[in-house]
């Protein structure tokens, strides 16, 4: 039965685990592929991107890593909001000396359902001293105007991964930079909390220890423990960072940024770090990769590319 190497085994478990901080924060969307057995939760994995097929299974091995949650809930400034049905997937490179990067889908490593603000409108900017915003508010109750969802988006690739804190308790283990959109009919539709150029920055710890399972299956999903490829299964953590710094709403009104002040004002942003919170309940997250990626290289990526591929139903 094919296994991996030690040094292998140990930057996969830690590059899954870290992954599994992030499981509150992305959804499979309409327009993506199903996949037979074993490869079905990798969906968005992008192994046609150059960095992945360039991986050579020496010097860099090329992996797919998947991370789901039904709920959780984020703290922004007075604000909490409770997350719902949640998709991560990400490329990862490993290297040989212990580092990595990553490869984010070309959609974004982050899809995810909106959710429901408490209180609506009405609760994220009323009541207000300023006249103009008074005169919305008097339009809001028990109206269905008043309703407001609120959307994490990626605004980038994640960075810095910590692989001995993935395997840790209590220490960051990689950053992702997000923003929300902020989504109602008076707050038009560039409402942000947080800009690709100034986003709010996750640096998620583990809280306990995932329980692990590792599956084998052959190239095209089918489960085979003599197969070509491996999957890596982590379930149960959860995950916390409250370290992070939330800045100011932008773009907030139909006559652009005419809504920034009251929303600022009312949910207590600009927020310093220390005053907010992100919370993962129950991760569930896979990683998978070929078990012996030095034999077929320096093709490695490509053979994970062709695998991928021939699992698309």
């Not at 990798?42 to 010097?59: E, K, N, Q």
């Not at 719902?84 to 212990?98: F, R």
């Not at 100034?198 to 306990?208: C, D, E, F, G, Y």
Request: with cysteine.
């Amino acid at each position: 039965m094919p296994r991996f190497s030690t040094r292998t085994r140990l930057a996969t478990v830690s590059a899954l685990t870290a992954l599994g901080a992030l499981a509150s924060l992305g959804t499979a969307t309409a327009a993506d592929p199903a996949l037979n057995g074993e490869w079905a939760p990798f969906t968005r994995c992008p192994v046609d991107s150059a960095p992945m097929l360039a991986a050579d299974g020496l010097a860099k091995t090329p992996q797919c890593v998947v991370s789901t949650s039904a709920g959780g809930s984020i703290k922004l400034g007075k604000t909490t909001v409770v997350t719902g049905k949640t998709d991560l997937q990400i490329g990862v490179v490993q290297n040989a000396d212990g580092t990595s990067s990553v490869v984010a889908p070309p959609s974004g490593a982050l899809v995810a359902d909106p959710a429901t603000v408490p209180g609506g409108l009405l609760g994220l900017m009323c009541p207000s001293d300023v006249p103009v915003i008074t005169a919305i508010c008097r339009t809001l109750d028990d109206s269905g105007l008043n309703r407001i969802t609120a959307t994490m988006e990626s605004v980038g690739a994640p960075y810095a991964f910590d692989q001995t804190a993935g395997i840790l308790t209590d220490l960051p283990i990689v950053a992702l930079p997000v923003r929300i959109h902020l989504e109602n009919p008076l707050l038009g539709g560039k409402c942000y909390i947080g800009t690709a150029s100034n986003p709010i920055v996750l640096r998620p710890k583990n809280l306990n220890y995932p329980e692990f399972g590792m599956s084998f299956f052959q190239g095209d999903g089918t489960p085979d423990e003599a197969g070509e490829m491996s999957r890596i299964n982590l379930t149960g953590a959860t995950q916390n960072d409250s370290a992070f710094a939330v800045p100011a709403a932008t773009g907030c009104g139909l006559n652009v940024g005419l809504i920034n002040a009251a929303v600022n004002a009312k949910t207590g942003l600009p927020s310093a770090a220390g005053n907010n919170s992100l919370t993962l309940d129950n991760t569930r997250t896979h990683l998978t990769g070929l078990n012996a990626p030095g034999t077929v290289a320096p093709d490695a990526g490509r053979v994970l590319a062709k695998n991928w591929h021939s699992a698309v139903k």
